[in-house]
């Protein structure tokens, strides 16, 4: 055939509707999208794809009912009866981790191995008669369990005798030295934020310079949290809520960890075209407090409670740390790896069958109108394919015809993050063929690595989702649809000063029925 440019115009206008069987006859070369802004490293890449993970509190605190200890505890009260990382690592394992990170040093400065730079180790406790290591162990059962291991290491620490003075920050620096080569690789170096004063009653200016080279020295690929990265952040709470709209782009330029860090919302919704790529981590306990304690054997968080927080962590562009103490024995204890499966089950029953599966799907815009980037890729499953439009369009669509008429509540949807985070508002409608129409289901705003949306149950063949802003030409690489089970998360009720009432739930499943003279409700 003889193609002219009059004939590629003519294709282009056609494809105005781009239909799948089209591109054959119209294939162009077109340039792949340019990056925009801050990107993800190779290794921040990584990392996200882990999504979930397990934290664990372990060291004197579980033995002594507080959060803080002090640092003048007797090394003696850290006795675990039976440790068994094995254990931890089984339980990850079968939960659907990807990775644990433990706390090799909390604020009260307790090593659970035994470091050359401090006194207050596993080694001065009569714990295997101080001949013991939990890194070891740990390290050693995440290998053999096919997970990635990481470590927190508490720059605060309320028992060196030099916290407070400039050689400190040279003590911490061999501390994670010691650690970094001696128990790797380490895929998270998770440093708090918290600096409080130390035994002597003084506070200590860190040199995170030093900190970060010592980590990325001896393991180049580690990703490191704080508060504001530079791998990844915290998101600005401990009840595992992360912003509705969440940016993996922050402003980092005159921030620091801990008091000097950016405002608790800003965390918890990143920066709109920030300079740096750090993305949010969700760190929460299943429990109450970060630490073992037998006063919360029974509150540990129910598998609703789990999910909703899955929901919005991991549905809401953001990795899930979820804090699984093991107990005084040195096991996870049984009502929490009971409820952790509990979780992992639902998590299946809820996305079992993705009911996108063999649908088609018609885009306004296509890339050079070339299969490469044709909206088909949203359902091929590679990771690195991905539906694109022209640079200069900022807003598209995409409609999609279902085998037939389903019945659903979940929307997933991923962007493809290696070329920059897009995506600022989108909206989804179905169509509803008693009013031969497109009714709209739901809106909101970023995507990111993954978006998963909750709608009450909706039946209908065909769904759109409008892309209203973008800034810069959107990637989306995934949509699957999914038929949930439904549950009931506990209502909240709130009053306001001027006595405003509002009722809501979490989980957008139930109906809820109120009255607002005294009487009981009825479905009616
Ligand atoms: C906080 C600490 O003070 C808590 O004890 C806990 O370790 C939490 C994950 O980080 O800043």
């Given at each position: 055939?003889?193609?002219?440019?009059?004939?590629?115009?003519?294709?282009?206008?056609?494809?105005?509707?781009?239909?799948?069987?089209?591109?054959?006859?119209?294939?162009?070369?077109?340039?792949?999208?340019?990056?925009?802004?801050?990107?993800?490293?190779?290794?921040?890449?990584?990392?996200?794809?882990?999504?979930?993970?397990?934290?664990?509190?372990?060291?004197?605190?579980?033995?002594?009912?507080?959060?803080?200890?002090?640092?003048?505890?007797?090394?003696?009260?850290?006795?675990?009866?039976?440790?068994?990382?094995?254990?931890?690592?089984?339980?990850?394992?079968?939960?659907?981790?990807?990775?644990?990170?433990?706390?090799?040093?909390?604020?009260?400065?307790?090593?659970?191995?035994?470091?050359?730079?401090?006194?207050?180790?596993?080694?001065?406790?009569?714990?295997?008669?101080?001949?013991?290591?939990?890194?070891?162990?740990?390290?050693?059962?995440?290998?053999?369990?096919?997970?990635?291991?990481?470590?927190?290491?508490?720059?605060?620490?309320?028992?060196?005798?030099?916290?407070?003075?400039?050689?400190?920050?040279?003590?911490?620096?061999?501390?994670?030295?010691?650690?970094?080569?001696?128990?790797?690789?380490?895929?998270?170096?998770?440093?708090?934020?918290?600096?409080?004063?130390?035994?002597?009653?003084?506070?200590?200016?860190?040199?995170?310079?030093?900190?970060?080279?010592?980590?990325?020295?001896?393991?180049?690929?580690?990703?490191?949290?704080?508060?504001?990265?530079?791998?990844?952040?915290?998101?600005?709470?401990?009840?595992?809520?992360?912003?509705?709209?969440?940016?993996?782009?922050?402003?980092?330029?005159?921030?620091?960890?801990?008091?000097?860090?950016?405002?608790?919302?800003?965390?918890?919704?990143?920066?709109?075209?920030?300079?740096?790529?750090?993305?949010?981590?969700?760190?929460?306990?299943?429990?109450?407090?970060?630490?073992?304690?037998?006063?919360?054997?029974?509150?540990?968080?129910?598998?609703?409670?789990?999910?909703?927080?899955?929901?919005?962590?991991?549905?809401?562009?953001?990795?899930?740390?979820?804090?699984?103490?093991?107990?005084?024995?040195?096991?996870?204890?049984?009502?929490?790896?009971?409820?952790?499966?509990?979780?992992?089950?639902?998590?299946?029953?809820?996305?079992?069958?993705?009911?996108?599966?063999?649908?088609?799907?018609?885009?306004?815009?296509?890339?050079?109108?070339?299969?490469?980037?044709?909206?088909?890729?949203?359902?091929?499953?590679?990771?690195?394919?991905?539906?694109?439009?022209?640079?200069?369009?900022?807003?598209?669509?995409?409609?999609?015809?279902?085998?037939?008429?389903?019945?659903?509540?979940?929307?997933?949807?991923?962007?493809?993050?290696?070329?920059?985070?897009?995506?600022?508002?989108?909206?989804?409608?179905?169509?509803?063929?008693?009013?031969?129409?497109?009714?709209?289901?739901?809106?909101?705003?970023?995507?990111?690595?993954?978006?998963?949306?909750?709608?009450?149950?909706?039946?209908?063949?065909?769904?759109?989702?409008?892309?209203?802003?973008?800034?810069?030409?959107?990637?989306?690489?995934?949509?699957?649809?999914?038929?949930?089970?439904?549950?009931?998360?506990?209502?909240?009720?709130?009053?306001?000063?001027?006595?405003?009432?509002?009722?809501?739930?979490?989980?957008?499943?139930p109906v809820i029925h109120y009255t607002t003279d005294g009487t009981i409700p009825t479905t009616a």
């Amino acid at each position: 055939m003889n193609i002219t440019p009059a004939y590629l115009t003519s294709c282009y206008l056609a494809t105005a509707i781009v239909m799948g069987g089209f591109f054959a006859a119209c294939e162009q070369q077109v340039s792949p999208p340019e990056p925009f802004g801050a990107i993800p490293g190779e290794y921040q890449m990584e990392w996200q794809k882990m999504e979930y993970y397990m934290f664990a509190h372990f060291g004197p605190n579980t033995f002594t009912n507080v959060e803080w200890g002090n640092g003048e505890e007797d090394p003696n009260v850290f006795y675990p009866t039976g440790l068994d990382c094995r254990q931890w690592a089984a339980t990850a394992q079968a939960a659907g981790m990807t990775g644990i990170i433990i706390t090799a040093k909390h604020h009260d400065g307790f090593c659970l191995w035994p470091s050359e730079y401090s006194t207050h180790t596993v080694r001065e406790s009569l714990w295997k008669e101080g001949k013991g290591d939990v890194l070891k162990e740990l390290s050693e059962a995440c290998k053999e369990y096919g997970l990635k291991f990481g470590v927190y290491l508490s720059p605060w620490d309320q028992n060196h005798p030099a916290y407070g003075t400039p050689e400190y920050n040279q003590v911490f620096a061999n501390t994670l030295n010691e650690v970094l080569m001696g128990y790797g690789p380490i895929f998270e170096q998770w440093f708090d934020g918290a600096n409080g004063e130390g035994h002597a009653g003084k506070k200590q200016v860190y040199d995170w310079d030093l900190f970060h080279e010592t980590v990325y020295r001896n393991q180049p690929q580690a990703i490191i949290f704080s508060d504001v990265g530079p791998g990844c952040r915290w998101m600005g709470n401990e009840q595992g809520m992360a912003g509705e709209t969440n940016w993996s782009t922050l402003n980092i330029t005159g921030f620091e960890p801990g008091s000097g860090a950016p405002p608790v919302d800003t965390l918890n919704q990143g920066n709109r075209g920030g300079e740096a790529w750090v993305p949010a981590e969700t760190d929460v306990s299943i429990r109450p407090g970060w630490f073992y304690s037998p006063d919360t054997d029974d509150k540990v968080k129910s598998v609703e409670q789990l999910m909703d927080i899955f929901y919005t962590s991991i549905g809401r562009n953001s990795n899930l740390l979820l804090n699984v103490p093991p107990d005084r024995t040195g096991r996870i204890h049984p009502r929490d790896s009971t409820r952790l499966m509990e979780f992992k089950r639902l998590r299946e029953e809820s996305f079992a069958e993705n009911l996108a599966a063999g649908a088609t799907i018609r885009a306004s815009a296509v890339r050079g109108n070339t299969s490469a980037y044709a909206p088909e890729n949203l359902f091929n499953g590679v990771y690195d394919s991905y539906w694109a439009t022209h640079d200069r369009e900022l807003t598209a669509s995409l409609e999609i015809t279902l085998r037939q008429k389903q019945t659903f509540n979940r929307l997933l949807l991923q962007e493809y993050i290696p070329l920059g985070q897009r995506v600022a508002r989108f909206a989804v409608d179905y169509w509803e063929d008693g009013l031969n129409d497109w009714v709209l289901l739901t809106e909101a705003t970023t995507i990111g690595y993954k978006r998963i949306l909750r709608f009450p149950m909706v039946t209908t063949q065909k769904i759109r989702v409008r892309i209203e802003e973008s800034l810069a030409c959107p990637l989306l690489n995934t949509l699957e649809i999914y038929q949930a089970p439904e549950f009931l998360s506990a209502p909240a009720i709130l009053r306001d000063k001027e006595g405003y009432v509002t009722l809501s739930c979490a989980s957008p499943d139930p109906v809820i029925h109120y009255t607002t003279d005294g009487t009981i409700p009825t479905t009616a």
